[in-house]
């Protein structure tokens, strides 16, 4: 019932997509059907990413710019969580949407079930690693002691929600995969929107600072992750329509068929986003040479990144769903033309988000310092420039990858993100923080001939802006290759129910 309540961002998402039906890049009906899909997800991204920032801002004004570095510091050890519960999605999604394109649906609940037990056996060592070894662990990205100090504190309470924030990703894949973007949408968006009251009170009227900040994540991961156990259990949650099925929270989760499914297609999702996750350490430690402030400009502009990248949420998860779907049924065809009219559908999204960010660069980053003079806010705003441009190719990648995860081809979406993240963005990184010299070597021994001593300056923070689009531009690259060639069709019919495929 709440489907029929105005919705600003499905409006302006279905404007993008049929405008680019008008001009024939894309089929109408397929545009509401892949928006109907995205806007929930990107909703469900807008709410969690602003949670994200909101969670900077706050304890950058209230504790200051060593704060905003401590939790930017403690972040990829959280984005540990997103990996090893996305990886393990990544099979999820996968496996549900075939299930349910071809009516399966009495074998939806042993995935389910069994990507939930690979999600907690993932997570609580990381927990354990948090709770005990924080400070350490933070120490290995910084030796700045304030700053070491707060994201230790931080990282400690926050890693008490990993397990949960892994599950939660198994319960919005689950729903997406059966063609209900919205109630994931519901969920976990509320569970931003609750974050971010409990994180108002715990760090301002109780005073509690970074700590106030992980708390209020963890609780909101607890309520997000009950919620979505229950519905499904239940088969529907309050207010909305029955669901396509329940699943026995009793049955079998160790199935190893199923498991082994989810291993195959979860591991090369989960080393994309391990990539990712730990490029961020040596990243955030070459940061960390050009100062504090600079540090803190970085962080801020990751956030703001972030709220940009949340279109690929709903278009990357919407390929999956409707190329999953097609798949299922045996029309592979239809499914290649899902995944190229959703690139296209993406990129143009994209575009208007970054346009707009671009324009009021300055007034958002304002939004993160209750005094601007201790924020470096010129490099905060040249950096989210730079964002801004890099940001666009997330369109591509972002969406071909939704379709190749949907077919069980998941190893090139991995090998762009190895080559973006570690092959150009930390080099060019290193580049504008250290420079570079390569020293002379003895090519020609017999003749004595020997090479000159090349020595390349720092580029400043040139490095970080070229980092920002290194990082995006392989992946998209890549990933769009490996879907043209066609390939992931055939390897999906490894994993999909007992169909006939339709002729390629």
Not at 369 to 376: C, H, I, S, T
Not at 411 to 430: D, H, K, N, T, V
Request: proline share 6%; charged share 15%.
């Amino acid at each position: 019932m709440f489907r029929r309540f105005p919705n600003p961002v499905r409006a302006t998402i279905l404007w993008i997509g049929l405008a680019l039906a008008k001009f024939g890049l894309i089929d109408a009906e397929r545009a509401r059907r892949t928006a109907d899909l995205a806007w929930p997800r990107i909703v469900t991204g807008l709410a969690r990413m602003s949670k994200s920032a909101v969670d900077v801002a706050m304890v950058g004004v209230a504790v200051g710019p060593a704060a905003i570095a401590g939790v930017g510091f403690a972040s990829p050890y959280w984005g540990l969580a997103f990996t090893a519960g996305g990886g393990v999605a990544g099979g999820t999604i996968a496996l549900v949407s075939q299930r349910f394109g071809a009516e399966a649906y009495d074998e939806l609940g042993q995935a389910i079930r069994s990507s939930v037990l690979l999600v907690v056996a993932l997570t609580l060592p990381i927990t354990a690693a948090f709770w005990f070894y924080p400070e350490q662990l933070i120490s290995l990205v910084s030796n700045d002691p304030e700053a070491v100090g707060l994201g230790a504190r931080y990282l400690q309470i926050v890693g008490l929600g990993v397990p949960f924030a892994g599950l939660n990703l198994i319960g919005s894949r689950t729903f997406v995969g059966m063609d209900d973007a919205w109630t994931p949408m519901v969920v976990r968006a509320g569970g931003a929107v609750a974050n971010i009251v409990l994180n108002a009170v715990l760090i301002f009227v109780l005073d509690l600072g970074v700590v106030g900040a992980a708390l209020g994540t963890v609780l909101s991961n607890v309520v997000v992750t009950g919620t979505f156990a229950l519905g499904l259990a239940a088969g529907r949650l309050p207010g909305m329509a029955t669901f396509p099925t329940s699943v026995d929270p009793f049955g079998s989760y160790v199935h190893p068929e199923t498991i082994w499914d989810l291993t195959t297609i979860g591991l090369p999702v989960l080393g994309t986003r391990l990539v990712w996750t730990v490029a961020e350490f040596p990243l955030l430690a070459i940061v960390d040479v050009f100062g504090q402030d600079t540090v803190a400009a970085y962080v801020i502009t990751r956030r703001i990144y972030g709220l940009m990248n949340t279109p690929g949420w709903g278009f990357g998860l919407a390929a999956s769903s409707l190329v999953g779907q097609e798949l299922g049924t045996g029309d592979e065809r239809t499914a290649e033309v899902y995944g190229r009219e959703i690139v296209r559908f993406s990129i143009a999204t994209y575009l208007v988000a970054a346009a707009l960010v671009a324009v009021f660069a300055e007034q958002i980053v304002l939004l993160f310092a209750d005094d601007p003079a201790e924020l470096a806010v010129p490099t905060a705003v040249a950096l989210v420039h730079a964002a801004c441009v890099a940001v666009l190719l997330r369109g591509v990648s972002t969406a071909v990858a939704g379709a190749l995860e949907a077919s069980g081809d998941t190893r090139w979406p991995f090998y762009g993100q190895l080559l973006g993240m570690i092959g150009f963005a930390i080099p060019l990184a290193y580049l504008g923080a250290v420079g570079l010299t390569i020293p002379s070597l003895e090519t020609l021994p017999v003749l004595g001939v020997t090479t000159p001593e090349l020595s390349i300056p720092a580029i400043g923070l040139w490095g970080l802006y070229l980092s920002f689009f290194a990082e995006t531009a392989a992946p998209a690259a890549i990933n769009y290759y490996r879907f043209s060639t066609g390939r992931w069709k055939v390897i999906s019919r490894g994993y999909r129910p007992e169909t006939t495929p339709s002729d390629d």
